[in-house]
């Protein structure tokens, strides 16, 4: 059988040279250049979260708004809601000490919706295993970075309102 | 004149070998520096904690500056 001679060492040979002498012939200097420019998109990242920090795009609705009736909800039950002029989704939660909590249905690690998983007084992202504190929206375990934004509730005559985030 | 520049041109490809690779080393660090930056001015943006973005903005240029800095310090082209 008859083995294929190649003129010159085939492409994957000359990509990973043996030698280091051929090595030299790989430019490390383009390589080197190129993470500056990866340094500089870095500091352009930085600038772009500077300024957001400072100047705030479209405004967030403010106000109070109505959500359900204290009836419509038992203890352990939630209900998903949007806030008129926000695609924002957020989730009202009757805990089962009785008390209202509402908070962004969106996990703060990868955006995910979350869950109340009742009985436990935890808030649940199934993508990562993330877990949150129903109480206060502090992260307790998982990936998520940040506890989850909440809103106010106010519970008035029968009903329960939220306070819009702006 | 001699400088650093030219000492460095005649140097032994082995050790041009290792200066090149101790400077991409180096710009991989400050890099990874500038990324923790960047992710925490982001966290505390996202937080309402405006302390954080314009520091980590300057830090993050001035390793900019070093990264850049460092080019010069590479050895030259194969002759
Ligand atoms: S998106 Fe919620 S844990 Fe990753």
Redesign the pocket.
Same mark, same amino acid.
């Given at each position: 059988m008859e083995t294929k001679q190649y003129p010159q060492p085939p492409d994957w040979q000359r990509d990973f040279p043996y030698r280091q002498e051929e090595a030299r012939l790989v430019t490390r200097r383009e390589f080197s250049r190129m993470l500056c420019l990866i340094s500089a998109a870095m500091v352009t990242g930085s600038g772009y979260v500077a300024i957001r920090s400072f100047w705030k795009g479209k405004s967030e609705p403010a106000g109070r708004f109505p959500v359900c009736g204290v009836s419509e909800l038992p203890a352990g039950g939630t209900r998903s809601f949007l806030l008129p002029g926000s695609n924002t989704p957020y989730i009202l939660i009757h805990l089962e000490n009785g008390q209202f909590k509402a908070y962004e249905q969106k $996990?703060t %690690?990868?955006? $995910?919706a979350v869950f109340y998983k009742a009985g436990t007084g935890k808030i649940e $992202?199934p $993508? %990562?295993n /993330?877990w949150f504190d129903a109480n206060t929206g502090e992260v307790v375990q /998982? =990936? =998520?970075p940040r506890p989850l934004p909440a809103l106010e509730v106010v519970v008035e005559s029968g009903q329960v309102y939220v306070n819009g985030p702006a | 004149m001699s400088n650093f520049r030219r000492a460095q041109d005649q140097a032994h490809p082995n050790k041009v070998s290792t200066l090149t690779l101790a400077i991409i080393v180096v710009q991989i660090l400050l890099i990874t520096l500038q990324i923790w930056l960047l992710y925490s001015g982001l966290n505390n943006t996202l937080e309402h904690n405006q302390d954080v973005a314009i520091p980590a903005l300057i830090a993050s240029f001035f390793l900019f500056l070093a990264c850049c800095g460092l080019l010069y310090f590479l050895p030259g082209r194969k002759r």
């Open positions: $996990c %690690h990868l955006s $995910c $992202c $993508c %990562h /993330g /998982g =990936p =998520p | -």
